[in-house]
């Protein structure tokens, strides 16, 4: 008797269910919006925003929901891509990150966008950011907002090294001024993305390419490391760990542990991603970092490889796809036009700290405050270059992260082993 | 009691040779009945992975980029079997698991003793306080380890500040051999009492009669450690060896979050994470997976037939 009443409610539950799932799946045959999901990766809620504005904005036409994908890029990668192979019909719009656009595109996994909406998103967007967009010179997404890495200094320590900052600087004068001062320069040196970030940024600065000729395939591509450039590249990394100019930290040190390193008493000279500024801001807001640590923050593009010729400094940021097995293209389409507008890169930037890719957003009075240095990072987009495109980046970056870590061991052998080794592991010979 | 029960037939069958008693072939059947379904289900969860596994590491198959994909036979477990790295993750991996089920083992029957002989109303206490470390998560423990010996967050570098080699500077995770000792102590603080609590069972086995007896004939605590509670407990010791080593053998979560397998510190779970995952090369990565899992079956297999390990204990 008693279990009746209780069979019947777990009944009507499972209907329900059934009957929720079911029309969910039909919402958009009915004429109501279309769902479209939206893979963003973790941010400060600035894309869920978006989201919101441009559903209600569609007047109805669509409906984005975002999916929050893991925190670190190659996480982040790794889902999409599996979803990606599996043919998952979810994949409507995905925030992606320019390194591994090539691998997706490759096989086919992203849908082309429109040439027509291409040709509007993309009018003025800064250089190294629509690089970064795209696969065998065309565009397979569309650029959402960029990233670039500065050089931030102390400005009273780069007075006392009497270093004019006013100009490029290279190298070379930053780790002879931070020896001089007894300070330790922030850069990357952990065995992680940040090591490829650094070593891809000296080699194209010295005017090289980690990878060059046919980067699609195997047997077309080729490993450029044991160059001239890779040697200069090797001489600044293995310099700073040989002379101890990273600090103790450094074969464990990241942009954050950079960060904090550079903020206490032996910070000096830093590469990072303007994020550090903002961090800096809030720390001096929450009272862990005193407002005088702030005020001697300086900035100027990345350092010279060569005395003279302009820097390439390094390329971050997010660009949006769509999934080519994605039921609802065309709605997706619209949707990342209406996300990548200069204002909504503008209004993204100022409340989530990314840097917008359009070189109209840096206009906006609200991006110039909240971003004192965004004529600096505006100069650097036009000038960085993307890491190597190809479908093999994967094998590329942990081979170089292998190879040139850690720092102190690298020496003018090092770009000939690690283009050995990188070679042998793309032809199946070593594991990684 | 119990040897005036055992049949004949039954004392022929420990040698091996004569059939088994309806008694016997009686237990067997209600083991299976009663074990069956869920070996089944096991199976069938089990099965299908480790098939699918062996089949795709035949291949040369990359996820994205699957019109490329290629049956290549042995040609990965080749690649893996003649690659340095894999020899070097062997060896990290067979390092962590020895020094950390020795000490575990030597820790653990401490902390047994402990357990089973402090005064009765400390022991509840007693035994939470030991037990909390395996009430962790593992990863959280991970971290935790992680922050305490961080450079730049750590508390250990200030603490242990007046021990050689250790100070300010000091960089744990830097290099590989400061990086394996903290991997190895996380797991060992961590698991210790697993096996703790297994030779804790082992312990209440022996029986007290046979120890009141030694202390009689005048045999010291260590005597009596050696001659009667050790040689009793023999079946609860190498249980917990063989299923900590299995365990230990697999290690991932703690190298994953600390080092993330950088400077040496890779071990073979990683490695098969790594090529299957992250590098997407399913094939090799299959490869490394099957040659893992023909590991641990190894071992398995080396402590039951070698050691003779009776999981079924009590009837030995």
Same mark, same amino acid.
């Given at each position: 008797m008693?279990?009746k ?8 539950v499972?209907v329900?269910?059934?009957?929720a799932?079911v029309?969910?799946g039909c919402a ?8 479209l999901?939206w893979?963003i990766?973790p ?6 925003e978006?989201?919101?504005q441009?559903?209600?904005?569609? $007047?109805? &036409?669509y ?6 994908l893991p925190?670190?890029a ?6 999409l ?6 043919g998952?019909?979810?994949?409507d719009i995905?925030s992606?990150?320019p390194?591994?656009?090539?691998e997706l ?8 966008p ?10 003025d967007?800064l250089?190294g950011?629509a690089?970064?967009?795209q ?5 397979v ?6 990233n670039?890495?500065l ?5 009273s ?7 004019d900052?006013?100009k ?15 300070k330790?320069l922030?850069?990357q ?6 090591m490829?970030v ?6 194209e600065?010295?005017?090289g390419?980690?990878?060059?000729g046919d980067a699609?395939?195997v047997d077309?591509?080729?490993?450029n490391l044991?160059?001239e450039?890779g040697?200069?590249a &090797?001489?600044?990394?293995g ?7 990273g600090g103790?930290g450094?074969?464990?040190?990241d942009?954050?542990a950079?960060?904090a ?9 830093m590469?990072n991603?303007?994020f550090?500024y903002s ?7 929450e ?5 005088s640590?702030l005020?001697?923050?300086?900035w100027?593009t ?7 010729t302009?820097?390439a400094?390094p390329?971050?940021?997010?660009n949006?796809?769509v999934g080519a097995d994605s039921?609802?293209?065309?709605e997706?389409?619209?949707a990342?036009e209406c ?5 909504n890169?503008a ?5 989530n700290g ?14 110039r405050?909240?971003?004192p ?5 505006r100069?650097?987009l036009?000038?960085?270059?993307p890491?190597?495109?190809t479908?093999?980046?994967n094998?590329?970056?942990s081979g170089?992260?292998e190879?040139?870590t ?5 020496n003018?052998n ?9 070679m042998?592991?793309? $032809? ?5 | 009691m119990?040897?005036? @029960? ?7 069958d420990?040698q091996?040779?004569a ?7 009686a237990?067997?059947r209600?083991g ?5 379904p869920?070996?089944?289900? +096991?199976?069938l969860?089990?099965m299908y992975?480790?098939?699918q596994a062996l ?7 990359r ?17 893996v079997?003649?690659?340095p790295v ?6 990290v991996t ?7 089920v020795?000490?575990?083992?030597v820790l ?9 002989n ?5 022991r509840g206490v007693?035994?939470?306080?030991? !037990?909390?470390p395996y009430?962790?998560i ?13 450079i730049?967050t750590g508390y ?6 007046w021990?050689?080699?250790i100070?300010?500077?000091?960089n ?12 190895m ?5 961590k698991? @210790?009492?697993?096996?703790s609590?297994?030779?804790l069972a082992?312990?209440a086995?022996v ?9 009689v ?7 009596r +450690? ?9 079946a ?5 060896v063989?299923f900590r080593?299995?365990d230990a053998f ?8 600390m080092?993330?397998g950088q400077?040496? @510190?890779?071990?073979?779970?990683l490695?098969?994470y790594?090529?299957?995952? @992250?590098? !997407? ?16 079956l ?6 039951m ?6 999981l079924?204990g009590?009837?030995?």
């Amino acid at each position: 008797m008693t279990a009746k009443p209780h069979r019947r409610a777990l009944r009507a539950v499972a209907v329900a269910a059934v009957g929720a799932f079911v029309m969910a799946g039909c919402a958009s045959d009915d004429g109501g919006p279309v769902q479209l999901t939206w893979y963003i990766n973790p941010d400060a809620g600035g894309q869920a925003e978006l989201a919101k504005q441009c559903s209600d904005a569609s $007047n109805g &036409a669509y409906n984005i929901s975002t999916s929050l994908l893991p925190r670190d890029a190659a996480s982040q990668r790794e889902q999409l891509a599996r979803r990606l192979a599996a043919g998952d019909t979810t994949m409507d719009i995905m925030s992606l990150d320019p390194p591994f656009i090539p691998e997706l595109a490759e096989p086919g996994f992203l849908a082309t966008p429109p040439s027509d909406l291409i040709d509007r998103t993309t009018s003025d967007t800064l250089e190294g950011a629509a690089a970064g967009a795209q696969w065998n010179g065309e565009y397979v997404t569309v650029p959402f907002w960029a990233n670039t890495q500065l050089l931030f200094y102390r400005k009273s320590v780069a007075e006392a090294a009497g270093l004019d900052m006013s100009k490029p600087v290279t190298w070379d004068e930053i780790m002879d001024a931070a020896e001089s001062q007894d300070k330790y320069l922030g850069v990357q040196g952990i065995q992680g993305e940040s090591m490829t970030v650094w070593v891809n940024g000296l080699i194209e600065s010295a005017g090289g390419s980690i990878v060059e000729g046919d980067a699609a395939s195997v047997d077309g591509l080729s490993i450029n490391l044991d160059s001239e450039e890779g040697k200069k590249a &090797a001489e600044i990394v293995g310099g700073i760990g040989e002379r101890g100019l990273g600090g103790p930290g450094i074969s464990s040190q990241d942009e954050n542990a950079a960060m904090a390193q550079f903020q206490g008493d032996k910070g000096s000279f830093m590469v990072n991603w303007p994020f550090i500024y903002s961090a800096t801001a809030a720390a001096v807001e929450e009272g862990s970092v005193d407002q005088s640590v702030l005020d001697d923050i300086g900035w100027t593009t990345w350092p010279e490889v060569d005395k003279g010729t302009e820097s390439a400094p390094p390329l971050g940021g997010i660009n949006l796809g769509v999934g080519a097995d994605s039921q609802h293209q065309e709605e997706a389409w619209d949707a990342i036009e209406c996300i990548t507008t200069p204002e909504n890169q503008a209004q993204y930037m100022v409340s989530n700290g990314n840097p917008a890719a359009s070189s109209a957003a840096y206009d906006d009075p609200a991006v110039r405050e909240a971003f004192p240095m965004y004529q600096t990072i505006r100069d650097s987009l036009d000038m960085a270059a993307p890491r190597p495109q190809t479908p093999y980046y994967n094998e590329v970056s942990s081979g170089i992260q292998e190879t040139w870590t850690p720092i102190n061991e690298v020496n003018e052998n090092t770009p000939a082993e690690s283009e050995e080794f990188i070679m042998s592991v793309l $032809n199946g010979e070593s594991l990684l | 009691m119990s040897t005036t @029960t055992q049949s004949p037939s039954t004392r022929r069958d420990a040698q091996g040779k004569a059939p088994l008693s309806d008694r016997t072939r009686a237990e067997r059947r209600l083991g299976w009945m009663l074990a069956g379904p869920a070996f089944l289900v +096991m199976l069938l969860v089990t099965m299908y992975p480790i098939v699918q596994a062996l089949w795709d590491s035949l291949f040369s198959y990359r996820l994205t980029a699957p019109d490329d994909r290629s049956f290549v036979f042995l040609q990965n477990y080749w690649t893996v079997l003649t690659d340095p790295v894999f020899l070097r993750d062997l060896g990290v991996t067979v390092l962590i698991t020895v020094v950390t089920v020795a000490v575990e083992l030597v820790l653990g029957f401490a902390l047994a003793l402990v357990m089973n002989n402090v005064i009765k109303s400390f022991r509840g206490v007693v035994r939470t306080a030991i !037990l909390v470390p395996y009430g962790i998560i593992t990863v959280v423990s991970a971290f935790a380890w992680f922050y305490a010996f961080d450079i730049n967050t750590g508390y250990v570098n200030n603490w242990f500040g007046w021990l050689p080699i250790i100070g300010p500077d000091f960089n744990w995770f830097g290099q590989g051999w400061s990086s394996l000792i903290v991997i190895m102590a996380s797991e060992i603080w961590k698991t @210790t009492p697993f096996i703790s609590l297994l030779l804790l069972a082992g312990l209440a086995q022996v029986p007290g009669e046979l120890n009141e007896a030694a202390k009689v004939d005048g045999a010291g605590w260590w005597q009596r +450690m050696y001659k009667v509670t050790l040689p009793s407990m023999k079946a609860a010791i190498m249980v917990a060896v063989v299923f900590r080593a299995l365990d230990a053998f697999r290690i991932f979560d703690n190298i994953f979050i600390m080092t993330n397998g950088q400077y040496g @510190t890779e071990t073979l779970s990683l490695l098969a994470y790594r090529t299957s995952i @992250t590098r !997407l090369e399913i094939g090799l990565g299959s490869a490394v997976s099957v040659i893992l899992f023909i590991c641990v079956l190894l071992i398995a297999f080396v402590a039951m037939k070698v050691f003779k390990v009776d999981l079924a204990g009590g009837k030995g």
